[in-house]
């Protein structure tokens, strides 16, 4: 399911339910808090079609032909009004892809495990390459960004990769993802080693990589459709500030913060001038 909008007016939102139930699209409508009525895209093949005929309705919303089709279909409508949030894991699901999702799961799998005990033989197996030997142990050199050290640390991150990441995979794809998943943890992890030491870990270095790259693309090819509120980049970048005072004594890891951010500019920047536009 994708989210389309967000509607004070219930009947309204209907009205435009009706519309496309009568073009064979199915959208539902769900209540969220502070009286908004969310419509809700239950096929995503159906999405270019469904944005565009909003734009359209929202244009001129009393328009006759919506009227129209809410009477040619209100004795076929199973539910006039269905108000019922969307399960947690469809929300989920709809903001992000296959790519993110994954590393979400294998994150908390792994912070489970530290959890439970097992730290050691995590950081063993994750850690960044430090010692003889470890250097020819490839997946070290990103799998740092897989190990989180408290719930905190978790939560902030997941959530950000979530946001960001997702972000960027239903625009670009998977494989953009992946490569600045690559590249900034390779990048940020690196700064950080040669800096401050091998003791660090999480996706930090990639979500700051993520607001550089969405930030700056926005900011270089705005007609890429690929925008950040301001919101999000002054609060990441006034954290990065901060981190480096460590306030209440945390331990951050603000090479990998500074790396990433500057290694998701720098992609962005070589994409503005020499990528092709994604087609939707």
């Known amino acids: 399911m994708h989210r389309l909008a967000g509607f004070h007016n219930p009947r309204q939102a209907q009205a435009f339910i009706d519309y496309m139930a009568s073009r064979g699209i199915t959208l539902s409508l769900a209540s969220e808090p502070e009286g908004v009525f ?15 005929e909003l734009n359209t309705f929202l244009s001129n919303p009393n328009e006759s032909k919506y009227q129209a089709a809410s009477w040619d ?4 409508r199973t539910a006039k009004f269905n108000y019922r949030s969307p399960s947690l894991m469809g929300m989920i699901k ?34 960044y ?33 979530w946001i960001l990441g997702g972000q ?5 794809g998977s494989v ?17 080693f040669w800096l401050h030491g091998p003791n660090f870990g999480g996706l930090s270095g990639v979500v700051y990589a993520l607001m550089g790259y969405i930030w700056w693309m926005g900011w270089l090819a705005p007609k890429r459709g690929l925008t950040m509120p301001k919101a999000y980049i002054g609060f990441m970048l006034a954290w990065l500030v901060i981190g480096f005072a460590e306030p209440m004594g945390m331990s951050i890891a603000n090479m990998a913060h500074l790396f990433g951010l500057i290694s998701g500019c ?5 994409d503005a001038k020499f990528g092709k536009p994604i087609q939707n």
Do not use: T
Request: with cysteine.
């Open 38 to 52: 969310a419509i809700w895209l239950v096929d995503i093949e159906h999405q270019v079609e469904a944005e565009s």
């Open 73 to 76: 279909v209100a004795e076929s």
């Open 94 to 127: 709809s903001q992000a892809g296959p790519f993110s999702l994954s590393v979400m799961v294998v994150v908390i799998a792994i912070y489970v495990l530290w959890f439970f005990g097992l730290q050691q033989p995590i950081f063993d197996l994750f850690h």
């Open 129 to 161: 390459p430090f010692m003889d030997g470890d250097q020819w142990q490839v997946w070290r050199f990103f799998s740092h960004a897989l190990i989180h050290f408290s719930a905190l640390h978790i939560i902030f991150n997941c959530l950000w990769w």
């Open 168 to 172: 960027l995979e239903r625009h670009s």
């Open 176 to 192: 953009k993802l992946v490569q600045v998943f690559l590249i900034s943890a390779l990048i940020s992890g690196f700064a950080q």
């Open 266 to 270: 720098l992609i962005a920047l070589v």
